[in-house]
Structures are given as C-alpha cells and as structure tokens.
C-alpha cells in the first residue's frame, strides 16, 4: 500500500511540475546548503522586513532631528528664534 501511495504522489507530482525528490535527496540537500522553496520564501520576507526596517529607523532619525529643532525653537527666546530664522531667509 505504501509504494502504491508513493507512485501515486510521484506521479502527481510530475504532472504539476513539482520536483521530484525522495527522502535521500532532501537529506543531502540539507547537508549541502540546497534550500527549499518555502525556505526561500521564508528568506525572501525577512529581506523584505529588514529594507522596510531600515527604512523606518531612517525615517524616525530624520523625525528625532525635526522634533529637536522644534524643541529648540519652542524654549529659545523669541529674540534669537527671530535672529535665526531671518539669517534662513537671507540664505536664500
């Protein structure tokens, strides 16, 4: 019964296209580096997480250094606020 079922499942996995592989294969696989599909998968999305985490944590820099700028301005007396941001136009 158990050799039906894998000539069966072999079969099917030949008409869809699937690789067809045996237990031996998939052990040296694993030993010699081979990953899998749902391996590269799994790979894929922590790539994808880590560029959007990079992303986010440069985004949250630039945040901080605005927040600063705004905490600066709000506590500093109004004289050199407007001595700064005159010295801002003049740049331009």
């Known amino acids: 019964m158990g050799i039906v079922g894998g000539i069966i ?3 099917i996995r030949a008409r869809h296209g699937y690789p067809l592989e045996d237990r031996q294969t998939r052990r040296n ?3 010699n580096g081979f990953v899998d599909s749902g391996e590269l998968e799994a790979q894929r999305k922590v790539e994808l997480l880590s560029n959007e985490n990079e992303k986010l944590v440069g985004q949250i820099g630039r945040l901080e250094e605005r ?5 600066r301005i709000a506590t500093d007396p109004a ?3 407007s001595r700064e ?3 801002l136009r ?3």
Not at 67 to 71: G, I, Y
Request: proline share 0%; aromatic share 0%.
């Open 9 to 11: 499942k072999m079969s």
């Open 90 to 92: 003049s740049r331009d």
């Open 29 to 31: 696989n694993r030993r």
């Open 79 to 81: 004289e050199r606020v």
């Open 67 to 71: 927040l600063r700028v705004l905490e």
């Open 85 to 87: 941001i005159d010295e």
